[in-house]
């Protein structure tokens, strides 16, 4: 099986939403209101599982990875979803998400910069260890990737990894050691039709993700 790589994050930059995007997501919102009524769940799932001791402010190692929630019907019904490795490459800036449908063989095709990636090129993991406030930007990051159309869940062991390079090492072992600690986790959620509800009071998303993450 060949081992993808896997990103690493420097500490997040503060996102600030300019008005017209503020108003933008606002829209969204309420278009994604309106099919959740209708029964429609959310596409993604970005799934955060953090490592080591909990703390508020305190910078934390963790892994987050990424998912179309239940288009298949083994295996919990999640498929994976990638991370065009373009920019981390070198090749252009995208950052776009890659849907496993885009599968072709052994190759990958990103649907915005419209490359074909190896399986083992594209970027299925990114690992940071940031504060709560930090990896509340990190997931609004890629929920405005997902066109804001995810579920978030926050995974979380008490148990320590002592650097990210032991994390990336688990990556190589296909994962042993750290499906080991996630079998011992706490486990929260966000649904989508939650994160409506609360933007649509009039919290900005950042603050309510921050919030999710030091409940």
Request: with cysteine.
């Amino acid at each position: 099986m060949p081992v993808r790589p896997v990103q690493f994050e420097q500490d997040a930059q503060p996102l600030q939403l300019s008005p017209d995007e503020e108003l933008e997501v606002k829209r969204r919102m309420e278009v994604l209101r309106k099919l959740l009524d209708e029964g429609k769940k959310a596409t993604y799932k970005i799934d955060l599982f953090l490592v080591g001791k909990r703390s508020l402010w305190q910078p934390v190692k963790g892994i987050v990875s990424f998912w179309e929630s239940g288009r298949r019907f083994h295996g919990g019904g999640d498929v994976k979803v990638y991370i065009c490795p373009a920019r981390r490459l070198g090749r252009s800036d995208c950052e776009s998400l890659i849907p496993d449908y885009s599968r072709v063989s052994n190759q990958l095709y990103c649907p915005k910069c419209q490359s074909a990636w190896k399986e083992k090129e594209v970027i299925g993991e990114v690992l940071a260890n940031s504060t709560p406030r930090n990896w509340a930007v990190l997931i609004l990051k890629y929920f405005q990737k997902m066109d804001h159309d995810a579920d978030i869940y926050l995974k979380y062991s008490a148990d320590h990894l002592q650097s990210t390079s032991m994390l990336e090492q688990v990556k190589q072992m296909h994962g042993d050691q750290l499906n080991r600690l996630r079998s011992r986790r706490e486990l929260a959620i966000y649904p989508l039709a939650n994160i409506i509800k609360d933007v649509s009071a009039g919290a900005d998303l950042l603050s309510r993700f921050s919030a999710f993450l030091t409940s």
